[in-house]
């Protein structure tokens, strides 16, 4: 008879790996003697940009750079005012949030929907104000926000839509694919997420000013005529003349947010095997609640819902009349990686900016920080570490009885 699992190195939360074709591209890559923006960058930013029903992406250094300049290009172009307003869920990574204030507007805070918890549609007019501009939904865990609501309150108050997809790719909502519904939508390629290149992240639009605007907002504000090193090449002479005036010349405040070649072309790799990283993502998630599912007396487990996809970036519990400190602690005494449910306002910084009982004011948002905790889905996961999760977690309800 087979021993037990029992892991004797954590079990991590999230997790990658770099196979054969991500070495060969590096490998063009460095052959080719080009580190700047070029033909990889460009390639990555096509595939995915295509793949997400959108014309445009501008890939950056991050996702919290892309939703960054996302705000920054929308505020130019639309003449919005520092001190006005964005719509924000209360649960979301404070990046979310931090790059409203960094753009000198003010984030105004709505609960989440206690099901999917994401932004919920039903608390967001109250929140409106003449200031507001922009409502700002977040797709968390891999499971896309409710964005027809979303939508219609948008189109209702003219509103502007940046849809923080940083945790969400490949998914559909009602057919279509987040990222596609807003003015700008922003993901991201961080280590911990679906495509990983160790840094980056894409902002996608339809638009073509804002597309503009934000690449020289990821180029330290430069002059649109210049804004990669081939824009000088195979002009006439007029037209070299009036780049190379202008090559140096910067038109706004910006930012050195720029990826690489190397970031685009594991990208690239990475994004050919999307489908298998999808699928397996779900084969586990599909294991955890069938195998928990006995525990729904105690745990909320993650929906399936029939009008969108859920690709699981990660698998969210949260405990339903129980702080979620116990189980988390029983967990990693036994090598299993817990995370929070990325708490969002009771943060130092956000008690200090916004008040220190702000929390209180969003009650299913507080029920999450306490209560809720997440565990790996990547599709690295062993099956042998996959059953040992399930396993404990019972191990732990056992003892409560």
Same mark, same amino acid.
């Given at each position: 008879?087979?021993?037990?699992?029992?892991?004797?190195?954590?079990?991590?939360?999230?997790?990658?790996?770099?196979?054969?074709?991500?070495?060969?591209?590096?490998?063009?890559?460095?052959?080719?003697?080009?580190?700047?923006?070029?033909?990889?960058?460009?390639?990555? !930013?096509?595939? %995915? &940009? +295509?793949?997400?029903?959108? @014309?445009?992406?501008? /890939?950056?250094?991050? =996702?919290?750079?892309?939703?960054?300049?996302?705000?920054?290009?929308?505020?130019?172009?639309?003449?919005?005012?520092?001190?006005?307003?964005?719509?924000?869920?209360?649960?979301?990574?404070?990046?979310?949030?931090?790059?409203?204030?960094?753009?000198?507007?003010?984030?105004?805070?709505?609960?989440?929907?206690?099901?999917?918890?994401?932004?919920?549609?039903?608390?967001?007019?109250?929140?409106?104000?003449?200031?507001?501009?922009?409502?700002?939904?977040?797709?968390?865990?891999?499971?896309?926000?409710?964005?027809?609501?979303?939508?219609?309150?948008?189109?209702?108050?003219?509103?502007?839509?940046?849809?923080?997809?940083? !945790?969400?790719? %490949? &998914? +559909?909502?009602?057919?279509? @694919?987040?990222?596609? /519904?807003?003015?700008? =939508?922003?993901?991201?390629?961080?280590?911990?997420?679906?495509?990983?290149?160790?840094?980056?992240?894409?902002?996608?639009?339809?638009?073509?000013?804002?597309?503009?605007?934000?690449?020289?907002?990821?180029?330290?504000?430069?002059?649109?005529?210049?804004?990669?090193?081939?824009?000088?090449?195979?002009?006439?002479?007029?037209?070299?003349?009036?780049?190379?005036?202008?090559?140096?010349?910067?038109?706004?405040?910006?930012?050195?947010?720029?990826?690489?070649?190397?970031?685009?072309?594991?990208?690239?790799?990475?994004?050919?095997?999307?489908?298998?990283?999808?699928?397996?993502?779900?084969?586990?998630?599909?294991?955890?609640?069938?195998?928990?599912?006995?525990?729904?007396?105690?745990?909320?487990?993650?929906?399936?819902?029939?009008?969108?996809?859920?690709?699981?970036?990660?698998?969210?519990?949260?405990?339903?009349?129980?702080?979620?400190?116990?189980?988390?602690?029983?967990?990693?005494?036994?090598?299993?990686?817990?995370?929070?449910?990325?708490?969002?306002?009771?943060?130092?910084?956000?008690?200090?900016?916004?008040?220190?009982?702000?929390?209180?004011?969003?009650?299913?948002?507080?029920?999450?920080?306490?209560?809720?905790?997440?565990?790996?889905?990547?599709?690295?996961?062993?099956?042998?570490?996959?059953?040992?999760?399930?396993?404990?977690?019972?191990?732990?309800?056992?003892?409560?009885?």
């Amino acid at each position: 008879m087979a021993k037990d699992f029992i892991p004797n190195y954590q079990i991590g939360s999230a997790g990658f790996h770099f196979g054969n074709k991500e070495r060969r591209y590096i490998g063009e890559v460095l052959k080719s003697h080009r580190l700047s923006y070029g033909p990889w960058s460009k390639k990555f !930013e096509e595939i %995915f &940009a +295509k793949e997400h029903d959108s @014309k445009f992406a501008v /890939f950056s250094n991050s =996702g919290t750079s892309a939703l960054h300049m996302a705000l920054a290009a929308m505020k130019e172009e639309y003449g919005w005012k520092d001190g006005d307003e964005v719509i924000v869920p209360a649960v979301t990574f404070v990046a979310t949030s931090n790059i409203v204030l960094f753009n000198n507007m003010r984030p105004v805070f709505v609960d989440v929907d206690p099901e999917t918890y994401n932004m919920d549609p039903s608390k967001i007019e109250i929140a409106i104000t003449k200031k507001t501009r922009v409502i700002l939904p977040v797709h968390l865990f891999g499971m896309p926000a409710d964005m027809d609501p979303i939508m219609k309150i948008a189109h209702k108050y003219k509103l502007r839509v940046i849809e923080d997809s940083c !945790e969400c790719m %490949f &998914a +559909k909502y009602k057919g279509k @694919k987040v990222g596609s /519904f807003g003015d700008v =939508g922003c993901f991201s390629t961080y280590i911990a997420h679906f495509l990983v290149t160790g840094v980056g992240g894409l902002a996608l639009t339809n638009n073509p000013k804002l597309a503009i605007l934000m690449r020289s907002f990821m180029n330290h504000g430069r002059d649109s005529i210049y804004l990669n090193i081939d824009a000088d090449k195979g002009l006439s002479r007029k037209k070299l003349e009036m780049v190379v005036a202008k090559r140096f010349s910067f038109v706004r405040l910006g930012h050195s947010m720029r990826a690489t070649e190397l970031e685009a072309a594991l990208g690239v790799a990475q994004f050919e095997g999307r489908r298998e990283n999808i699928k397996k993502r779900r084969k586990i998630a599909a294991y955890y609640t069938e195998h928990l599912s006995d525990l729904k007396d105690y745990i909320q487990l993650p929906p399936i819902l029939p009008d969108r996809d859920n690709n699981f970036m990660m698998y969210p519990i949260v405990l339903k009349n129980m702080s979620k400190k116990n189980l988390v602690n029983f967990l990693e005494s036994r090598n299993i990686e817990t995370r929070e449910m990325v708490p969002l306002i009771n943060q130092p910084i956000y008690k200090k900016l916004f008040g220190k009982n702000l929390e209180l004011h969003f009650p299913v948002a507080h029920w999450i920080n306490n209560n809720g905790f997440y565990i790996g889905s990547h599709p690295y996961l062993k099956t042998e570490e996959v059953r040992y999760i399930v396993k404990t977690i019972h191990e732990f309800f056992k003892k409560k009885k």
